[in-house]
Nanobody
Framework: VQLQACGGGLVQAGGSLRLSCAASGRPFSNYIMGWFRQAPGKEREFVAA????????YYAESVKGRFTISRDNAKNTVYLQMNSLKPEDTAAYYC????????????WGQGTQVTVSS
């Protein structure tokens, strides 16, 4: 499984960004795709996830109502639409994948930096 994330950048508080994660290597119908983030000096934290088969979604409380995770089956791509960005959203964002039966994310893409200025 290969995951390629992109879409990060510098944005002012209140702005929006959309991250993309292109997935390849196998069918993902039995996978859950997730986004995580890690700010300097902090532990990596869960942001959002989507179950590929039925597009059920999960969100961290800190991003509910502001971020939306989605997937494009034809493009094998997962998106994270981030609206109303706050300086505390600044972090390196990583996409990840795991089989539905797995308790841990086994596959990780490289990070894409999101910086929100106040």
């Amino acid at each position: 499984v290969q995951l390629q994330a992109c879409g990060g950048g510098l944005v002012q508080a209140g702005g929006s960004l959309r991250l993309s994660c292109a997935a390849s290597g196998r069918p993902f119908s039995n996978y859950i795709m997730g986004w995580f983030r890690q700010a300097p000096g902090k532990e990596r934290e869960f942001v959002a996830a989507i179950r590929w088969s039925d597009i059920r979604t999960y969100y961290a409380e800190s991003v509910k109502g502001r971020f939306t995770i989605s997937r494009d089956n034809a493009k094998n791509t997962v998106y994270l639409q981030m609206n109303s960005l706050k300086p505390e959203d600044t972090a390196a964002y990583y996409c990840a994948a795991k089989e539905k039966v797995s308790s841990t994310y086994n596959y990780w893409g490289q990070g894409t930096q999101v910086t929100v200025s106040s």
